[in-house]
Structure formats: C-alpha cells, structure tokens
C-alpha cells in the first residue's frame, strides 16, 4: 500500500482540499448531531475532523502518520487526535456515536477487515468513502506526455479486493457486515492550484510521489515540463478545474 511517511505538510497543502470536498455530503447523512460523539478514522491533517467539529459534533480524529498528527494539532490546537490505524483501533465497542472513515478503505491491506472495525467502534451510523475517478488520471497524462511508463502500483490480492465502483464498494461493505449499505455517488470539481498539485509530486504523496521520488533526474525533468504543459492547456484562470468522483456509503449499526 501506499507509503504516507513524511507526507503531513505536502499534503495538507495539496490534496487535503480536495478530500474534505465530501464533508457536504457525509454531515447531511449522519443526521443532527446534538452533541454526539464521532471518530474520524484516518483523519490525515484534520480538515474533516474540523468540519464536524464546526458542525456540533464531539469529535476525535485518529491518524497513524505523525506528520499528518503534527499538523492536525498546529493547525487545530484544540483537536483531539489518537495514533491508532485499521484493522485495529485502538478503542472500545460501540464507543462513538458514529464513525467515518473518508478515502481510507482504499488504502488499506484488507478493506473487509478494516469495515469491520470501523463498524464494532461505532454505536450508530458509520460512513466511509472511496474515489471512484480520483486524482490519478492527471498524473497519468503527464506520464503519457513525458514519455514515462507510469507504475501500476501495489495491488491488493484478488481475494481481499474489491470494485471500485458503487456497486462494489457496497458488496464489499456488505461482506464485511455493514447493514444494507446505502451507497451512491457524488462528483464534483476541484478548483486546484498548480504549485499545490507539484507540492504534492515533490512531497511524495500518494502514487504519483512516490513515482516521481523514484525518478532519475532526467526523469524528474522531463515529468516537471510535462506537468507545466498540461497545466497550462488546462488551466482557467490560474488554477486546474479537474474532475473527481467519489462513492459514499452509509450504514446504521444492527
């Protein structure tokens, strides 16, 4: 799976705005919150955490990558945030009213597992999200442009994989014995800032940082001009409006 080490600032200042992009969605699905409790699993830099937090919520992030935890806390010195990851958590059953796990059962070595641990915390509902057209189709067109062979990545076994569609996603969560998943779809389009985007290549996050990480140096140039090319085809007004969709899945506990 993808290695997050050392990626908390570049992160926060790239792809971190994109990802809250679901807070929207998943705040309208969770009901009032009324002072509940709910944990944010894989809450990264905090923005999410924040966002429920801001809407009522009694809020506590959990977060295995201690840069993303650093600044999570310098940003939010109020948040409370755990060192815990899936599939084990590091918390009773039932503890929290409901759970959210948003892009991180993409990420982990069993998702089935890691479902199910989101659902034995939570005493209620428990969402997650998944991308079902994420940012990596930009990444492969620089490497198409730059005449480099994109990596495929590491795959999951056949047997611990799932469909990265809606349908998928759900019969995924199903076996992992979330109660009649409610899951569909949501896109929108993020407005992104090209020197945050190359923030990201540079920082080593997700696959296409690692990819370029692991370039020579005429390799890492000739990704960097192609970067440049595509942004500037594609940019309106100085920034990149790209695309991206997501399933979102709901569930109520028993």
Request: aromatic share 8%; charged share 25%.
């Amino acid at each position: 799976m993808k290695d997050w080490a050392g990626t908390g600032r570049a992160y926060a200042d790239s792809y971190a705005s994109l990802c809250v992009g679901t807070a929207g969605t998943l705040l309208g699905r969770l009901g009032d919150p009324a002072g509940r409790s709910l944990l944010d699993v894989g809450s990264g830099t905090g923005l999410l955490t924040a966002a429920f937090t801001d809407a009522g919520w009694d809020t506590t992030g959990c977060e295995p990558e201690p840069t993303m935890r650093e600044v999570a806390l310098r940003q939010h010195p109020a948040m409370r945030v755990r060192d815990g990851a899936l599939p084990s958590l590091p918390f009773e059953d039932a503890e929290f009213d409901a759970v959210v796990a948003n892009f991180v059962l993409n990420h982990v070595a069993d998702p089935r597992a890691s479902a199910g641990e989101l659902l034995r915390v939570s005493a209620g509902r428990v969402a997650a999200t998944i991308w079902t057209n994420s940012p990596t189709w930009l990444w492969r067109e620089v490497c198409q442009r730059a005449a480099l062979v994109p990596t495929e990545g590491e795959r999951l076994p056949p047997e611990k994989d799932f469909e990265r569609t809606v349908d998928g996603f759900a019969r995924m969560l199903d076996d992992a014995g979330w109660m009649r998943p409610r899951v569909s779809e949501i896109t929108w389009t993020w407005s992104a800032d090209a020197t945050a985007l190359w923030v990201s290549a540079e920082g080593g996050v997700g696959g296409a940082g690692q990819f370029y990480r692991a370039l020579d140096d005429t390799g890492r140039r000739s990704f960097r001009a192609a970067f440049e090319s595509v942004c500037a085809e594609r940019s309106i007004a100085g920034r990149l409006p790209l695309v991206h969709s997501a399933a979102v899945a709901v569930a109520s506990r028993g």
